[in-house]
Structures are given as C-alpha cells and as structure tokens.
C-alpha cells in the first residue's frame, strides 16, 4: 500500500502535461481570451450596423473637444453655456458654407472642361496601348485554354448618377442634422456630463483619476486638432502656390483639397497624389512637367509631418506610425471618410485612458533611466527617477547585561 510521501514523491514526478491544475488555469485563460474576442467582433458590428447614428455623434465629439476652450473663454466673459454652443456652431457653420463655395466655383469649371480633359487623358495615354494589347493577348490565350464556353451574363443597369444623388441625399441630410445637434448640445451641457460621471465614481481617488482623465483628454483633443488644421492649412496654402507656379489650372482647389484630405493620414495624402498625377497628366506635356506636382506636394507633406508637426505639438501628442497606420484603416473600413477623420483623435483618447488606468511609472534605478533616455534620444526622461534608499545604519551588537551581583550574606556569629 503506497504511502502519503511516496504518492506526494509520485505526483512531482508527474509531467506538466499531465498536471490537471494547470490544465484548468489554461482552460480558464482560454475561456476568458474567447469571451474577449467575441466581445471584440460584437462591437465592431456594432459599430458598423450603427454607422449611420453613431459616425456624426462620434465626429461632433471629437469636434466639442476641439472648440470645448472657445466655449470655455465665452463663458468666462458671461456668456451662458447654451448661447455660447450655438455662437461656436454657428460660427462653424459660416466656414464650412465659405468653403462649400469656394470648392463649387472651380469644381463647376472643372465639370465643364471635364469632355477636353477625357481627351488630353486619352491622348495621353495612347502610349500605353501596346502593353494593354499585350495583357489582352495574354486573357485571350488563357481563355483558350481555359475553354471558351457559353455563359450566360446578368447585366443590371442602374437609374443613373442623378439616382444615387437623390437615393444617398436623405441619409447624408440625416447625418449632417444629426452631427450638428450632437456638437450643440455636447458644447451646451459638457460641465453637467462631466459632474454626472465624477457623481458616479464611489471613491475619492476614483473620481480624481476620472477628472484628470477628463481634462488629459481635452487638452490633447484640442491642442492635437488645433495645431492640425493650422499645419493643415498651411500645406494647402504652399500647395496652392506650387500648383500655381508650376501651371496648373484651378490652384486654389487643389490647395484646399489638399488641406482637406490632410487631415485622414496616409489615405489621404496618397489621393491627393492620385489627383496631381491625373490633373498633370491632362495638364501638362511631358513627363517631368506631369511629375513636378506629385513631386513638390510630397516635399510639401514631408517637412509639414516629419519637421514641423513633431515641434509644434510635442512629444506628448506623437504617436507610433504604425498604430496610426493601423487605427485609419480600420476606421476607414468601418465607418470611411468620417472614420478616417476621428481615426488619430480616438487614439489620444484611448491613450489618455490607458496612461491613467495602467499607470507606466516605474521605480527605475537612475543608471537605467539615464540609458533609456539615450535610446529615446536625450529628451527628458518619462519616467521617474528614484534616488536608491540609504544603506541602512551598521548593526551594533547590543550591549551585554551586567551580572547583578548577590548581596553579600554577613557571616554568623
């Protein structure tokens, strides 16, 4: 009959694999890591079975963050909250009018020549027959191979451009409304939703975390979006001038398009060297002449994202390319131009969120913080450094008791 110690000698014996503990605890993560991902996938359907609600709600928070100081300075001048909202709303209302004009005028124009510029772009691109004949030798040959039997072919003709306009017009009308309204009454009642969320935190420091959390994510939001339409504008405006001096038709709307598609990085910057290169090709003759556009926007974008933004809004706000990279196409995919205009400010959000819930600070011995500070490249250091404690005092033996000494016993007589 085994005993208790041999069984005990038996079972750390025993493979990992065979350990039924530890096949529990990776069932457990294995549940819990499920449960995620399908969380996950459900927002993400929701988000884009909700696109048509949620796109402008999202998009007119992003844009109360921004404007959320000029509503502050009315206000600190006596202005009630509610009249303030509506001075910002209107006002941003006069700019995008303002620009709908200014983008109408050449766009008109360029509808009108749009016959010519079909031609120049044939004619251009008449040098590139041989090798499409070539790949359509190469379909036909395939098809020949492949067997070239009946098929029977669905064609479905739509009503037309004047249809979609009509069919799509209601839903961007819906959307528009329905992004004002959420810019107004976000502006109008941002205090009261800020108490109402600090009224629900049970604890002192949980309600401190959450108002730095709040004020983290204002001051990112629009110091981030301020400083873009200004280093945005100024592309457009040096686009502009480009565009003009090397000859291109219309330099005024190729500078505000590209102020425009600015703002959604990376898909935006590669239309906007899709249209350069379509407008100098029915523009220009030669090809230097079609590639000098393409050439000055993308020196344009490059001292705008790599020299002046990093200077202008700091270390705080720069972020990995690749997460933006990332976050824009998923925004793109889910929600598509709106998407990739709130794709960089979600990502300061979440930033914010994650910097005051898992707080990064780590006690560092300052050896270490000073290599990591060479790494990053000699800026100030993000973490803390924390002087090591003293060496405790030497230990003293204490000193021995004296032996207390027996009275001395008078002898007898």
Same mark, same amino acid.
């Given at each position: 009959?085994?005993?208790?110690?041999?069984?005990?000698?038996?079972?750390?014996?025993?493979?990992?694999?065979?350990?039924?503990?530890?096949?529990?605890?990776?069932?457990?993560?294995?549940?819990?890591?499920? /449960? +995620? @991902?399908?969380?996950? !996938? %459900?927002? *993400?359907? $929701? &988000?884009?079975? =909700?696109?048509? /609600? +949620? @796109?402008?709600?999202? !998009? %007119?928070? *992003?844009? $109360? &963050?921004?404007? =959320?100081?000029?509503?502050?300075?009315?206000?600190?001048?006596?202005?009630?909250?509610? &009249?303030?909202?509506?001075?910002?709303?209107?006002?941003?209302?006069?700019?995008?009018?303002?620009?709908?004009?200014?983008?109408?005028?050449?766009?008109?124009?360029?509808?009108?020549?749009?016959?010519?510029?079909?031609?120049?772009?044939?004619?251009?691109?008449?040098?590139?027959?041989?090798?499409?004949?070539?790949?359509?030798?190469?379909?036909?040959?395939?098809?020949?191979?492949?067997?070239?039997?009946?098929?029977?072919?669905?064609?479905?003709?739509?009503?037309?451009?004047?249809?979609?306009?009509?069919?799509?017009?209601?839903?961007?009308?819906?959307?528009?409304?329905?992004?004002?309204?959420?810019?107004?009454?976000?502006?109008?009642?941002?205090?009261?939703?800020?108490?109402?969320?600090?009224?629900?935190?049970?604890?002192?420091?949980?309600?401190?975390?959450?108002?730095?959390?709040?004020?983290?994510?204002?001051?990112?939001?629009?110091?981030?979006?301020?400083?873009?339409?200004?280093?945005?504008?100024?592309?457009?405006?040096?686009?502009?001038?480009?565009?003009?001096?090397?000859?291109?038709?219309?330099?005024?709307?190729?500078?505000?398009?590209?102020?425009?598609?600015?703002?959604?990085?990376?898909?935006?910057?590669?239309?906007?060297?899709?249209?350069?290169?379509?407008?100098?090709?029915?523009?220009?003759?030669?090809?230097?002449?079609?590639?000098?556009?393409?050439?000055?926007?993308?020196?344009?974008?490059?001292?705008?994202?790599?020299?002046?933004?990093?200077?202008?809004?700091?270390?705080?706000?720069?972020?990995?390319?690749?997460?933006?990279?990332?976050?824009?196409?998923?925004?793109?995919?889910?929600?598509?131009?709106?998407?990739?205009?709130?794709?960089?400010?979600?990502?300061?959000?979440?930033?914010?969120?994650?910097?005051?819930?898992?707080?990064?600070?780590?006690?560092?011995?300052?050896?270490?913080?000073?290599?990591?500070?060479?790494?990053?490249?000699?800026?100030?250091?993000?973490?803390?450094?924390?002087?090591?404690?003293?060496?405790?005092?030497?230990?003293?033996?204490?000193?021995?008791?004296?032996?207390?000494?027996?009275?001395?016993?008078?002898?007898?007589?």
């Amino acid at each position: 009959m085994p005993t208790k110690a041999s069984t005990r000698r038996h079972q750390r014996a025993m493979p990992k694999s065979m350990n039924s503990s530890q096949f529990e605890r990776v069932a457990e993560r294995g549940a819990r890591l499920a /449960i +995620l @991902a399908a969380g996950g !996938l %459900a927002v *993400i359907v $929701g &988000l884009a079975l =909700g696109q048509v /609600i +949620l @796109a402008p709600i999202c !998009l %007119a928070l *992003i844009i $109360g &963050l921004m404007f =959320g100081p000029l509503a502050d300075l009315f206000e600190r001048r006596g202005v009630p909250p509610v &009249l303030s909202a509506a001075i910002v709303v209107g006002g941003l209302l006069v700019v995008l009018g303002v620009a709908a004009w200014l983008f109408a005028v050449p766009l008109s124009e360029w509808v009108a020549r749009g016959p010519a510029v079909w031609e120049k772009l044939k004619t251009t691109l008449a040098g590139l027959k041989e090798p499409l004949q070539a790949v359509g030798a190469v379909q036909e040959q395939l098809k020949g191979i492949m067997g070239n039997g009946a098929a029977m072919t669905v064609e479905v003709q739509g009503g037309g451009p004047v249809q979609d306009v009509a069919l799509m017009a209601p839903s961007f009308l819906a959307e528009v409304l329905l992004f004002l309204a959420g810019l107004y009454f976000f502006l109008a009642n941002r205090h009261h939703i800020r108490v109402a969320t600090l009224s629900l935190c049970y604890s002192r420091q949980t309600r401190w975390k959450a108002a730095h959390v709040f004020r983290d994510v204002e001051t990112k939001v629009s110091r981030f979006l301020l400083a873009a339409t200004l280093i945005n504008s100024c592309v457009g405006v040096a686009t502009a001038i480009a565009t003009w001096a090397l000859g291109l038709p219309s330099p005024l709307l190729w500078g505000a398009l590209a102020a425009i598609m600015n703002f959604v990085p990376y898909a935006g910057q590669a239309v906007m060297f899709a249209v350069l290169f379509a407008i100098g090709l029915a523009t220009q003759n030669g090809i230097v002449a079609i590639l000098l556009p393409v050439i000055a926007y993308a020196v344009i974008n490059f001292i705008a994202d790599q020299l002046v933004f990093p200077n202008l809004v700091g270390r705080a706000l720069t972020l990995n390319p690749f997460v933006i990279f990332v976050s824009t196409a998923f925004w793109l995919w889910i929600w598509g131009p709106i998407g990739g205009l709130i794709s960089v400010p979600w990502l300061l959000v979440l930033q914010s969120l994650i910097l005051h819930i898992f707080p990064t600070t780590r006690q560092i011995p300052e050896r270490s913080a000073r290599k990591l500070e060479q790494i990053v490249g000699g800026g100030p250091s993000p973490v803390q450094v924390v002087e090591p404690p003293p060496p405790p005092p030497p230990a003293t033996t204490p000193p021995k008791p004296r032996a207390r000494r027996k009275p001395a016993i008078a002898a007898s007589p």
